[in-house]
C-alpha cells in the first residue's frame, strides 16, 4: 500500500503502485477481502480494482480520520493465514477461425503463426487482475507480448457471449453479447456470469486462468449444454 | 394486488436502494436517481426504506390497480398529481399523471412496494445489462407488475417537506481521488462557469458542455472504483458526470466528486439544465448529508 485518498465524501481509495502487475493486483485482492472479512458497520462495498482497493462507506456512520486508521492497520497487517487457496480455473477454448475471427491480424502483429497464437495464448497461467466493464468481465494478464496486439480501432457493435478477447497485455471472456473491441481469438462454452449457478459468478479478483485449447466438436456440444 | 401500466411515460423503472454489495463482480449499483426523493416518497406510504417504487422520467404514466392502495409521488412535480402527500388510488381510481411542472424524476410508492424478484438481493433496475427490476428494462404500456402486502394503516398525511429547491442547479463537489492529472487552476475552471447537460444523458451519466478541463499529460489512468457523483473527464476535456446506472471501475481521471447530499439534486436534472459547481468542505460535506438524513428520519418516523 501507498497511501489512502479519499474519492468523495462516501468513499475512500487505497492505492498501490501506479502500473498494471499481477503481484500488485493480487496485493490489492488480498486487502479487499480483509477489508470485507473486518465487517466494518460503515463499509457498504469493497470494489478492488488492478493497483487499488476502493472502500464505500457511510459518512454518518463512522468518519473518514477513524475510517482510514482502522483501513491502514488492516493494509498493512499481514494476512492472518495464506489467501485460501484456490484452483487455477481452467477455461476451454475453440480457437476455430470464424469463433476467433481477429486471429489473423494477431498473428500478423506478432509475426507468428496463428497456430503459434494459440499456443501462446492457452501457454500460461493468467491471473484476474480486476473485475468490471460488465457483470463477471475479467480483465485477466499478462499476455505474452507477441500477442499483445492492441484493441481495434472500431469496436465491434455486438461481440458473441463467450469471445476470447486480447487487449495488449490482457485477455477476458465476453459475459454476454455486448459491443467490444478486444481483438477475438476463439469462444469458450463457459459462462463467466450465470444467474442459473448458485454462485453465478466464476471469477474472483486474484483468480489463477488457464485456457485449454479444444476441438470445435466438444465446443458445440458443450455451448448447447450451458 | 397488481398495478398495470397503460402508459409507460418515457423512461419509467422499477427501483429499490440499489444492487450493493457485488461491485467487485463487475455488477453495477444502479438504483434511484433520487435518492432522496425515492427515501421520502416510500416513508408517505409507510414503506420500508428500500421497498421498490416507480422511478419516472419526464413523462409520467397512467397506472391502474386492482386493489385499494396507498400511493405517494416525491420529486419531480406534475399537474393533477399529488406532491409528497399520501393518497388513496383503486380500480376505480386510476393514476394519470399530467404534463409536468418541475424536476425531472418522479418517485411513485405504492403501499405494499412492487414485489419484482429479488436479483443479487436487489430489485433495482439497470438498464444496460438489463439486470432486475421488471424483466430488466423500462415498463411498457400492458405491462402488469405484482405488488406486496401493504403493512397497514401508518401513512403520512402530509410530510412537510418541501418542493425541490430553487437551487437546484447548484452542485457542490470535493476534490477528487486524480486532481493532480489536472492543470493548477482546473477546480477555478470548474467553478467558473455553468455546465450544460447534453441531449446524450440518460442514468448512467450526463455530458456535459462548458469550461475544457485540460489535463496534465494522459486523460486515461489505471481504471479504479467509479462512486456515484463523479466527475470523470475524457481526453476531449468535456466532463461526465457519473448517476446510478455507471459500470463499477473505469478509465478516465476524476477532477471532482459531487458530495452525497447534493447528488439527488443532480437526479433532477435533465437535458438543457445547467449546473453550477462550487467546491465545499469535507466537514461542509458530512454536515448537508447529515441534515438531509434528519429531515428524512423525522418523516420516517412520524
Request: glycine share 10%.
Amino acid at each position: 500500500m501507498t497511501r489512502i485518498v479519499p474519492s468523495g465524501d462516501s468513499v475512500v481509495l487505497i492505492e498501490f503502485e501506479e502500473r498494471i502487475d499481477p503481484a500488485i493486483s493480487a496485493a490489492a485482492a488480498v486487502v479487499a477481502e480483509a477489508v470485507e472479512a473486518a465487517k466494518i458497520p460503515a463499509v457498504r462495498d469493497v470494489v478492488p480494482a488492478y493497483r487499488s482497493v476502493a472502500v464505500y462507506f457511510d459518512p454518518l456512520q463512522t468518519d473518514q480520520p477513524t475510517l482510514i486508521r482502522r483501513l491502514t492497520a488492516l493494509a498493512e497487517q499481514p494476512p492472518a493465514r495464506e489467501r485460501a487457496g484456490r484452483d487455477v480455473i481452467e477455461i476451454p477454448v475453440c480457437y476455430d477461425s470464424d469463433l476467433g475471427p481477429d486471429l489473423p491480424s494477431v498473428a500478423a502483429f506478432g509475426g507468428v503463426t496463428e497456430a503459434e497464437v494459440i499456443a501462446l495464448h492457452s501457454g500460461v497461467t493468467y491471473q484476474v487482475l480486476m473485475i468490471g466493464f460488465m457483470p463477471g468481465f475479467a480483465y485477466m494478464g499478462t499476455v505474452d507480448s507477441r500477442i499483445a496486439a492492441p484493441r481495434l480501432e472500431k469496436p465491434r457493435p455486438r461481440v458473441p457471449r463467450g469471445s476470447i478477447g486480447i487487449a495488449k497485455g490482457q485477455t477476458g471472456i465476453y459475459p454476454g453479447d455486448a459491443p467490444g473491441g478486444w481483438r477475438l481469438i476463439g469462444r469458450t462454452p463457459v459462462r463467466p456470469f450465470d444467474m442459473s449457478r448458485a454462485d453465478p459468478f466464476l471469477f474472483r479478483p486474484g483468480d489463477g486462468v488457464r485456457f485449454v485449447p479444444i476441438a470445435r466438436a466438444e465446443f458445440e456440444q458443450r455451448d448447447s449444454e450451458s | 394486488m397488481i398495478v398495470r401500466v397503460n402508459r409507460a411515460g418515457l423512461l419509467t423503472t422499477v427501483q429499490d436502494r440499489g444492487r450493493w454489495g457485488y461491485q467487485s463482480r463487475g455488477v453495477p449499483v444502479a438504483g434511484p436517481m433520487d435518492l432522496v426523493s425515492h427515501r421520502l416518497a416510500n416513508a408517505i406510504v409507510g414503506n420500508d426504506a428500500n421497498s421498490a417504487l416507480l422511478e419516472v422520467t419526464l413523462t409520467g404514466p397512467q397506472l391502474e390497480f386492482t386493489d385499494d392502495r396507498m400511493v405517494a409521488v416525491s420529486g419531480a412535480e406534475f399537474e393533477n398529481v399529488p406532491a409528497r402527500v399520501a393518497f388513496a388510488v383503486s380500480p376505480a381510481r386510476p393514476l394519470i399523471f399530467g404534463p409536468r411542472l418541475r424536476g425531472a424524476r418522479a418517485y411513485v410508492a405504492i403501499s405494499g412496494g412492487i414485489d419484482v424478484p429479488v436479483v443479487l438481493g436487489s430489485r433495482a433496475t439497470h438498464l444496460p445489462s438489463a439486470m432486475g427490476g421488471f424483466e430488466g428494462r423500462a415498463l411498457k404500456s400492458g405491462d402488469e407488475l405484482p405488488l406486496g402486502p401493504p403493512k397497514g394503516g401508518h401513512y403520512v398525511p402530509t410530510s412537510g417537506v418541501s418542493g425541490l429547491s430553487r437551487t437546484i442547479g447548484t452542485l457542490r463537489v470535493l476534490p477528487g481521488p486524480q486532481r493532480d492529472r489536472f492543470a493548477a487552476d482546473a477546480l477555478d475552471v470548474l467553478q467558473s462557469a455553468p455546465y450544460r447537460v447534453n441531449a446524450e444523458s440518460n442514468r448512467v451519466g450526463y455530458r456535459l458542455s462548458g469550461p475544457q478541463l485540460p489535463h496534465v499529460g494522459e486523460a486515461d489512468i489505471i481504471s479504479d472504483a467509479t462512486p456515484m457523483g463523479s466527475i470523470q473527464v475524457p481526453s476531449s476535456g468535456e466532463p461526465i458526470l457519473l448517476m446510478a446506472d455507471r459500470q463499477t471501475t473505469g478509465g478516465y481521471a476524476k477532477i471532482a466528486t459531487v458530495i452525497s447530499a447534493d447528488i439527488p439534486a443532480a437526479g433532477q436534472l435533465a437535458p438543457g439544465d445547467e449546473i453550477r459547481f462550487v467546491v465545499c468542505s469535507p466537514a461542509d460535506a458530512v454536515a448537508a448529508l447529515k441534515a438531509q438524513e434528519d429531515m428524512l428520519l423525522a418523516v420516517e418516523r412520524t
